[in-house]
């Protein structure tokens, strides 16, 4: 199976955070444009083994100065990354009569910006940014899980971030106080059991 797409977006007045004051505010830009192509995949290798895909890019950049922001026509815009993909692969089996699976999955975000660097106009003139701008660093995460389904019951187990990645899913810079970044969530092992009573 396959679903594939295209797009063009072509803002006028796009809505961005900005900060002031410290404190992160919406404000607009006047243009924008975002263009790029998401795909998703799947693959029946077997009856019992699937592999799953989705893919995307996209280049997301503003399409005027704005001295108000600190960015120039042309500049990505913050929190967009070029490349996002999730690859996903499952088998399932039977444990004696019992119904069970095995399934691993491969979570890749690229790197993105999270403000402007701030431009020189054609008088001259440095506008800065209205935050400090950071690149925020590509990441990968795998993840496992296993599950069986016991009469009335299901029993899965599952790691995520299996290597104990370290990066930032998110950042808000400020120019008057410390920053503040969302980490990516650590290594974690855990078990569900649900029982299904109807």
């Given at each position: 199976?396959?679903d594939v797409a295209a797009f ?28 790029g192509a998401e795909a998703s ?50 088998y399932n089996f039977n444990l ?103």
């Amino acid at each position: 199976g396959y679903d594939v797409a295209a797009f063009y977006i072509d803002w006028q007045d796009y809505q961005i955070g900005i900060v002031r004051g410290g404190l992160q505010v919406a404000g607009n830009a006047e243009k924008a444009t975002s263009k790029g192509a998401e795909a998703s995949l799947s693959f029946a290798a077997t009856e019992a083994l699937t592999f799953t895909g989705s893919f995307s890019y996209i280049n997301a950049k503003l399409g005027a100065d704005e001295p108000d922001l600190g960015g120039a026509d042309g500049d990505q815009l913050p929190n967009t990354p070029h490349w996002q993909t999730v690859l996903d692969a499952q088998y399932n089996f039977n444990l004696g009569s019992m119904p069970a699976y095995l399934g691993a999955d491969w979570r890749y975000k690229g790197s993105m910006p999270v403000s402007f660097d701030g431009f020189t106009d054609g008088a001259g003139v440095y506008w800065p940014p209205s935050a400090p701008n950071l690149i925020l660093d590509g990441y990968s995460l795998v993840d496992l899980r296993a599950g069986v389904t016991a009469g009335s019951f299901d029993i899965s187990l599952y790691v995520t971030n299996l290597m104990d990645e370290w990066a930032y899913a998110s950042f808000t810079s400020t120019s008057v106080s410390p920053g503040l970044g969302t980490p990516t969530r650590p290594r974690t092992i855990g078990a569900v059991v649900r029982w299904n009573f109807f």
